[in-house]
């Protein structure tokens, strides 16, 4: 005698909180950049030096948000099929980000 048996798990993300972090972000590196522009205008070398490290690392902060975000849903497009092992690691990725 054979046993079916079948599982469904709804699993919803709100991506809300990721879309408002990368909206901040490219506000701050918009004005990172005006900033960037008044430095060079007014030659002052150490405030270009400053300002140019704070926008590339607002840039690698959009970079890896992007990328996270365009793994999550890759992993969410492929979850009919995922083992079990698999749904679990996904999950706990899913909270830790």
Do not use: C, F, H, W
Request: proline share 1%.
């Amino acid at each position: 005698m054979a046993i079916d048996q079948v599982a469904t798990v709804e699993v919803r993300v709100n991506g809300e909180e990721a879309k408002q972090e990368l909206k901040n972000l490219e506000t701050i590196a918009s004005g990172l950049k005006k900033e960037l522009a008044d430095a060079y205008q007014a030659g002052d070398t150490s405030k270009i030096k400053q300002v140019t490290s704070e926008l590339r690392k607002t840039e690698a902060q959009i970079k890896t948000l992007k990328k996270d975000t365009t793994a999550l849903t890759e992993v969410m497009n492929n979850l009919d099929k995922a083992t079990p092992k698999e749904l679990r690691a996904t999950l706990t990725a899913i909270n830790r980000r």
